[in-house]
């Protein structure tokens, strides 16, 4: 009889952990306590962009620099009222905000992801159907300082041989992108980016599971544990206990809920942005463009113009502040004149899961056998995810990575 895993949490990478431990012969349940595309993974930018997987906790950010964040219409956001509750969150990440840390953490997610481009072709070849595009990324910057410290993140990951950066003046930024406006002081381009539409990756996933005889159970909160000294021996619901030999623990931004009915005390906080669909282009756009200095996504999809931007602190909510759809709404003209703002979008809002090191924390929850967790994936978790299903199933079936795990849940134990 093979092994029985119950993995909650459906997004990006609770599935994909899901396909991996089937192909590997597993008998596996999913559950969420929403409908399928209800997390982060669904209205996101949809960049596989192995290189854009650098930390968040950053070289240079301190309290002074956090304490400015309060303008509701800057990139990176914290809201006054949650600071109160944030604080400790935040002096653990300032923690990691120094070159040597950043370095650790850029090594850390490029060993992760350097397989994602591999990993998506093989899914496809797999007979999956999602949406894939393959025109690379072009990042512009208003600012020349700004300009510089991108070119940097992509010259740290070019290191690490995620896509080798082409520095571009603003002409061959716009002759790349005609549509960019005369505001525009230079840019950024590697070839190596992908873009997807992440809801059709999340329904490609669910449909394989599904027809592999995966049972997906939606709308069904995972309220507790069964256990039996450090063993876990099944997950309750509030109808029932669904009994599992493992347990894997994905459930992004949520995670931190959960672990704590384990005895763990993860110190995951959300990342909140938001993301703004249209559906024809708007205007039409060649690649993936990133607006470098508002930190603002813009992804051409085969169903009309997505944006996706800012990161705000303001606690475990989903919860939409109008102010920083607004100020999407302000910044993108800035760099696109011919965008038009005042067209029907379907706003969306979504919480990166974001620890202190900006790592995910992927491995054996501290002090229990059997139970896993796959969570923390930040700003990048449709490149980390294949990795990450990796690991989890190799420690499912008791292969453990040789080396040291940089992802290791135990490090906030
Ligand atoms: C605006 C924005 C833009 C982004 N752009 C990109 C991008 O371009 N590229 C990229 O790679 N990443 C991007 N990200 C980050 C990416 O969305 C996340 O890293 C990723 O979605 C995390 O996936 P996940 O599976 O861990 O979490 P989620 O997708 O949030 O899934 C977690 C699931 O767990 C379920 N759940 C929670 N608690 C329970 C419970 N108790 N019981 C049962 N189920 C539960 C939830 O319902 C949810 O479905 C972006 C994020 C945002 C917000």
Redesign the pocket.
């Known amino acids: 009889m093979s092994k029985r895993v119950v993995v909650?949490?459906?997004?990006?990478?609770?599935l994909w952990t899901a396909y991996e431990l089937r192909r590997r012969g597993m008998d596996v349940v999913v559950?969420?306590?929403?409908e399928l595309g209800?997390?982060?993974?669904?209205?996101?930018?949809?960049?596989?962009?192995p290189a854009r997987a650098l930390p968040l906790p950053a070289p240079g950010l301190h309290w002074e620099g956090l304490k400015m964040m309060v303008q509701p219409d800057s990139p990176l956001y914290i809201k006054p009222t949650a600071l109160p509750r944030l604080t400790g969150w935040f002096t653990q990440f300032l923690k990691y905000c120094n070159a040597e840390a950043y370095r650790h953490g850029c090594e850390a997610t490029a060993s992760l992801t350097s397989m994602a481009h591999a990993e998506y072709d093989r899914l496809a070849e797999d007979g999956l159907d999602f949406e894939m595009h393959h025109q690379g990324l072009l990042s512009v910057y208003l600012d020349e300082n700004a300009w510089e410290t991108g070119f940097k993140d992509h010259q740290t990951m070019a290191e690490f041989g995620l896509g080798e950066p082409v520095r571009l003046s603003a002409q061959e930024a716009r002759e790349m992108e005609p549509e960019l406006g005369p505001r525009i002081v230079g840019g950024v381009f590697i070839k190596e980016a992908r873009h997807t539409d992440?809801g059709s990756v999340l329904r490609a996933l669910a449909s394989r599971l599904e027809a592999d005889g995966v049972r997906l159970m939606f709308s069904?909160?995972?309220?507790g544990f069964e256990r039996q000294g450090h063993r876990l021996t099944g997950v309750k619901t509030k109808t029932e206990t669904v009994a599992g030999d493992d347990v894997v623990i994905?459930?992004?931004?949520?995670a931190g809920?959960?672990a704590k009915a384990l005895g763990y005390s993860l110190p995951m906080q959300a990342g909140?942005?938001?993301?703004l669909q249209f559906s024809a282009p708007n205007p039409k756009l060649r690649a993936s463009v990133f607006l470098g200095d508002a930190k603002i996504?813009c992804t051409p999809l085969s169903r009309g113009t997505r944006y996706?931007?800012t990161i705000e602190f303001s606690g475990i909510n989903l919860n939409m502040e109008r102010a920083r759809i607004e100020a999407l709404h302000k910044k993108i003209p800035e760099y696109l004149p011919n965008y038009n703002g005042s067209l029907d979008a379907v706003e969306w809002v979504?919480?990166?899961?974001v620890t202190p090191d900006g790592l995910p924390v992927i491995g054996p929850v501290p002090g229990f056998e059997n139970a896993f967790i796959a969570?923390g994936?930040?700003?990048?978790?449709?490149?980390?995810a294949p990795g990450t299903a990796k690991m989890i199933a190799d420690y499912v079936t008791g292969r453990p990575p040789a080396g040291p795990n940089p992802f290791d849940p135990a490090r906030w134990a």
């Open positions: 909650v949490g459906a997004g990006i990478v609770g559950i969420d306590k929403a209800s997390g982060s993974s669904f209205g996101n930018a949809g960049w596989v962009i992440p069904t909160e995972v309220t994905a459930t992004g931004a949520w809920q959960l909140k942005g938001y993301s996504a996706a931007g979504g919480m990166r899961p969570a994936h930040s700003t990048a978790g449709l490149p980390l």
